[in-house]
């Protein structure tokens, strides 16, 4: 308890009520209706005008306490540990890359690369280090900072801006080597525990060094945090926590940038983007993982979710933006809401259904196997194999689960016990068949998830099986029908692999020249409705 009440004490405080801070309640509802209304799926919403939290909700089964994927948020958190190394003299922005990391001249043709010696930490931060990183290089090899150095110039560097996870990968590998800690290491005392945030988790590659462009998990009051400290110009509860100097520069103007949507034409500081109020900015990480801050409102929020298309999101936002919040100079609203009625309802759960209790008998003592042969064994061969856990959880990680083999089913009153291998990975599940999920911890690929499940049957034959990381964005739904002694698994995510094709083609080509980006775009369409073929297997006696 006196670890929790640590953290506790430096929770965000919290006003009475919206009004009581400046934010309208009214605006507040008809922003969530809007969400739920346009089928956008956000998993928390929390904001905060005047150093206080006016407005929070959680999307069961999401919760206040459980860390989320945060993706390209993590390129804020690394620009932050970026102005503190800067701040106590270990890097300044115009540091050539090769003065830390010299070993990557090794990776180049043996005549000097005039534009590798050029390379500072800026260019790397604001996106114009003119590298272009193949988006689908394969994060399972150990060779991240090779595969930036061998990557094609697009720009020369601070010619042109081209958004990869690479550069800030680079980044924290100049970090580690300035400081000689891991960059959580290095933030702990100076952003984490100032700030009250537990130790999170941060995805890295094969030599211990943080993804940098990916891979952290926050809770969203921890997001909201950061997102308020460098609003308040990187006070946090009357302390100077980050370097001032640095929160002014890296979240100002510093190139153009090419994003799809309005909202990403606007600029590109130094791992943030400009927004369209002026002044305002905002950390983005795909799925919807966003936190904005408006400078002229003294305000900002955060949100997560699961949403593929932020832009969607965003527009969602900026329809009640700057109306949410309320001139403190202006008359009192007529009409408030109750905070309590401005609710997210639970995300869709397989509900209870009549049992097939001939089929239920029949699988018990038994185990599934599937065939190693036909399509199936493509999603291996091409490195993104078929997991228990979505594609969107394993897609950048360096160490993946997948070849899911090995299943049984244990059938009790109102659950089904689930237990099935990857690799050299076996876990076991418990599912709601009554309509409830069911929590339950399982590790894969190296990492551990808190994953809810439920299960249900479809008429005789047929069984769904849920499962949800809450850790990430998304949902894993398997389908089994049996005939005889065959049974056939379908695959399914939620959201599915079509939207994540579509966001992968548009964001290919938004980062190549048109005609290798048009190319590649393709490749990764007909990649996604590959990732999830039919798996073909017997069901057999357990010896």
Not at 254 to 267: F, R
Not at 289 to 295: I, K, R
Request: charged letters at 20%; a neutral charge; one cysteine or more.
């Amino acid at each position: 308890m006196a670890i929790l009440k640590k953290w506790a004490d430096k929770s965000i405080k919290r006003a009475k009520r919206p009004e009581a801070v400046g934010v309208s309640s009214l605006e507040l509802s008809a922003l969530v209706n809007d969400f739920l209304r346009s089928g956008l799926e956000i998993h928390s919403l929390m904001v905060m005008r005047r150093g206080k939290v006016a407005f929070e909700a959680f999307r069961a089964p999401y919760t206040p306490e459980m860390p989320h994927a945060m993706f390209s948020v993590s390129k804020s958190i690394t620009s932050l540990a970026a102005g503190f190394a800067i701040s106590e003299g270990l890097l300044a922005l115009e540091t050539p890359v090769l003065e830390i990391l010299p070993e990557l001249r090794g990776y180049v043709p043996e005549e000097p690369d005039e534009q590798l010696e050029r390379l500072t930490l800026r260019q790397l931060l604001a996106m114009t280090s003119g590298k272009s990183v193949p988006p689908m290089a394969d994060k399972r090899k150990n060779r991240w900072l090779r595969d930036f150095a061998e990557a094609p110039w697009r720009y020369p560097p601070g010619e042109g801006w081209n958004y990869h996870n690479e550069n800030c990968h680079v980044v924290c590998a100049m970090l580690q080597r300035v400081s000689g800690m891991t960059v959580v290491d290095y933030l702990m005392p100076r952003l984490f525990e100032p700030l009250g945030i537990p130790r999170p988790f941060w995805e890295t590659d094969g030599n211990g060094v943080e993804a940098g462009g990916w891979g952290i998990s926050l809770t969203t009051e921890s997001f909201a945090k950061i997102m308020l400290c460098c609003q308040q110009g990187g006070v946090y509860q009357g302390r100077q926590v980050i370097p001032a100097d640095y929160i002014q520069e890296a979240t100002r103007r510093q190139t153009e940038s090419g994003g799809a949507s309005a909202h990403g034409k606007v600029g590109y500081g130094l791992c943030f983007w400009m927004d369209l109020l002026p002044g305002s900015y905002r950390a983005e990480g795909v799925f919807s993982q966003l936190g904005l801050v408006f400078p002229d409102q003294g305000a900002c929020l955060v949100m997560t979710g699961g949403e593929i298309f932020s832009a969607d999101s965003l527009d969602c936002l900026f329809r009640h933006i700057p109306q949410l919040f309320l001139d403190e100079n202006g008359p009192k609203p007529e009409r408030v809401i109750d905070p309590a009625d401005i609710r997210l309802p639970p995300l869709p759960e397989l509900p209870r259904a009549p049992r097939s209790i001939s089929l239920e008998q029949k699988l018990e003592g038994r185990i599934i196997r599937f065939s190693q042969q036909g399509p199936q064994s493509l999603p291996q061969a091409l490195g993104y194999p078929v997991s228990v856990m979505p594609v969107a959880v394993f897609f950048m990680s360096a160490e993946k689960g997948g070849g899911i083999n090995d299943l049984r089913f244990r059938f009790q009153t109102d659950t089904l016990q689930f237990s099935w291998s990857e690799g050299s990975e076996r876990n076991t599940v418990l599912c709601g068949m009554d309509g409830r999920a069911r929590r339950s911890l399982i590790r894969l690929g190296g990492m551990d998830f808190t994953v809810g499940c439920t299960a249900a049957w479809e008429g005789a034959s047929r069984l769904h099986v849920w499962l949800r990381p809450l850790e990430s964005v998304a949902q894993r739904r398997l389908t089994f029908i049996f005939s005889g002694s065959v049974v056939r698994m379908l695959p399914r995510s939620s959201p599915g692999l079509s939207s994540i094709g579509k966001y992968l083609t548009g964001y290919i080509s938004t980062l190549l020249p048109s005609a290798l980006g048009g190319l590649m775009a393709s490749q990764a369409s007909k990649l996604a409705q590959l990732a999830e073929p039919m798996h073909i297997g017997t069901v057999t006696k357990l010896k």
